[in-house]
């Protein structure tokens, strides 16, 4: 649905996105994830027409976006980072203007525009200006614009930016349901949103992509530290005796082990080992009472940090 | 044709949902209105002086309320629009550009040309009623007097030709800059430019008088104010509206290419 090839835009000297090449298939959810500056508004402005790429070609739904535009733009929604919409006018004037622009059916338009008001929560707010509202309405009046031509490809610039988290949740699963049959790009620097809602990541570091796969293939791949975390009821010299015991175990960190009580323990063990069945039986053979036991692998946001800060390559 | 439409709508609505019409269109009024006033009442004193003094008659010849009256209030009618039309079209492209609105609208399935059509169409909405508000002084002269209905017809269709070269030119200079002042001060300089251009055109030589003439506005209009409609005057104004309405184009395509 969207093939970018080697896409390079240069603004004079500086160096907007680098060779950027990635593809996203139908009814699959593609999330960029990056610093400030990173290149992912651009990369977005690339694909909705609305600025050139110095090099490199890009193609939405088979269609050139330079050579192509208006067949692009007729099949895309795109929400902006900074949901930039006319303050002086009704919401409900507003996205019929949209919808007869996005060239809705002259006789669709009221009802269609009256059905997405319903699907984002803005109902309520028929009667309002544009102007009048607050961030997170202005949010929900942008993407209801973005969805009302129900557009193959959706580009959504950061879309929960500003929401309260009911709505969050709501507006989460309306784009995961959105992605069964349709293209979605969004970017967001909320890390779990991303691992939550997209099939697969795109991590953009100065203008580069520096990995992109699923949000599980992505943690397998740079789960370095193989931990086990474990909150066991027991005297802290015996079990971390025992814990030592086990064929290996690398490191035992404890923490708040003084006496009886509960004391957390970060077991770290030798790569290739499945830590957490090994720990609980060390629990039971000791009669300690175990309150908790977690894997710990590396989150998105580890990951992340981790790319970004160590300009680490695993594409 | 429908996406023209479309965005003709909402500029209306922009206009005047922004008060911008109803300011614009109030002050147009207003100085037209009280210019009228002082010119038909000045023609009533001349008429009335000359009814009962004779030698008053032959100072003025024939008193001909067309000449007196109508012609000069398409004269001021026309500086006024060189004043209030920039002031319509200044927001134009610069407030989608300055609030980034321009962002969505390049992205929706809209050609250049609709858009800038719309927004044409738009400004020439305000402006037919900035001339409908003007109609109802015509008729006093009616009323009272027995105007030549051809220089009013005429002189109406040259206000809209001259009105539609101005808010074209201030259209361009509204895709050109984000800044709505910038854009105002330009499209002023430069239909003030063209207005006043055949002023020096006595001074010049002849070769450069006969350009001078034919760049300027003014000059223009004459035949028009008269009751004569010359082709050429036609041609003038639409292919100046048509120039800067393509050089708009230009300005909003050079977007999708210019690095």
């Known amino acids: 649905m969207i093939e970018v090839e080697h896409l390079t835009k240069t603004y004079g000297e500086a160096r907007g996105i680098n060779d950027i090449s990635f593809q996203v298939e139908k009814g699959e959810i593609l999330g960029f994830l990056g610093p400030n500056g990173a290149g992912k508004t651009t990369t977005m402005r690339i694909l ?58 002259y006789r669709e338009i009221k009802g269609k525009v009256a059905k997405i008001m319903e699907q984002v929560g803005l109902t309520h707010k028929a009667d309002k200006f544009i102007g009048e509202l607050s961030k997170g309405y202005r949010q929900r009046v942008g993407l209801a614009q973005a969805l009302i031509n129900d557009p193959d490809v959706l580009i959504l610039d950061e879309p929960t930016i500003g929401l309260d988290p009911k709505q969050i949740i709501e507006i989460r699963s309306l784009i995961r349901g959105l992605g069964k049959d349709r293209t979605i790009i969004l970017s967001s620097h909320i890390l779990p949103e991303v691992s939550m809602i997209c099939g697969r990541v795109a991590i953009i570091d100065e203008g580069r992509i520096k990995a992109i796969d699923t949000p599980e293939s992505l943690t397998e791949k740079l789960r370095v530290a193989n931990k086990v975390k474990a909150v066991i009821e027991g005297v802290a010299e015996d079990v971390k005796a025992a814990l030592g015991r086990i064929a290996g175990v690398n490191n035992i960190l404890v923490e708040n082990g003084d006496g009886v009580d509960r004391a957390k323990y970060t077991v770290e063990f030798a790569e290739g080992i499945n830590g957490p069945p090994l720990v609980a039986r060390t629990a039971i053979e000791g009669k300690w009472d175990l309150h908790e036991l977690t894997p710990m692998r590396m989150s998105l946001e580890d990951i992340f940090i981790q790319i970004v800060t160590e300009e680490k390559d695993i594409v | 044709m ?71 209030f398409f004269g001021i009618i026309s500086v006024v629009m060189l004043i209030m039309l920039p002031m319509l079209t200044m927001r134009s492209f610069s407030e989608e550009k300055k609030t980034g609105t321009m962002e969505l609208l390049l992205t929706f399935p809209v050609r250049d040309g609709e858009a800038i059509m719309g927004k044409f169409g738009g400004c020439m909405a305000i402006f037919f009623l900035m001339l409908t508000l003007s109609f109802p002084s015509i008729l006093l002269v009616e009323l009272f007097g027995d105007p030549e209905w051809g220089v009013i017809i005429t002189g109406y269709f040259g206000l809209i030709l001259m009105g539609g070269g101005f808010i074209a030119l201030g259209i361009f200079m509204s895709s050109i800059t984000e800044n709505q002042i910038v854009a105002a001060v330009l499209s002023f300089a430069a239909l003030l430019i063209l207005y006043m251009l055949n002023f020096t055109a006595g001074a010049a030589g002849e070769t450069m008088s006969a350009v001078l003439n034919y760049l300027s506005f003014t000059y223009h209009y004459r035949n028009f104010a008269k009751g004569v409609i010359d082709t050429s005057d036609v041609i003038y104004y639409l292919l100046f509206t048509l120039f800067f309405i393509f050089l708009s184009m230009r300005s909003l395509e050079s977007k999708r290419w210019r690095g």
């Open chain 1, 48 to 105: 909705t027409c609305f600025m050139p790429a110095t090099s490199g070609t890009a193609r939405v739904a088979g269609y050139d976006v330079f050579e192509d535009s208006l067949n692009v733009r007729r099949r895309i929604g795109y929400l902006p980072e900074t949901v930039p919409l006319y303050t002086d006018m009704l919401v409900p004037v507003y996205l019929r203007y949209v919808a007869g622009l996005k060239e809705l059916p």
């Open chain 2, 2 to 72: 429908r996406n023209f439409l479309f965005i003709l709508l909402k500029e209306v609505r922009s206009y005047i949902n922004s008060s911008v019409a109803f300011v614009v269109v109030t002050i147009f009024s207003v100085l037209t209105g009280y210019y009228f006033y002082n010119i038909f009442a000045s023609f009533s004193t001349i008429s009335f002086q000359a009814q009962t003094d004779p030698t008053m008659a032959t100072q003025y010849g024939a008193l001909n309320v067309t000449e007196f009256v109508i012609r000069p």
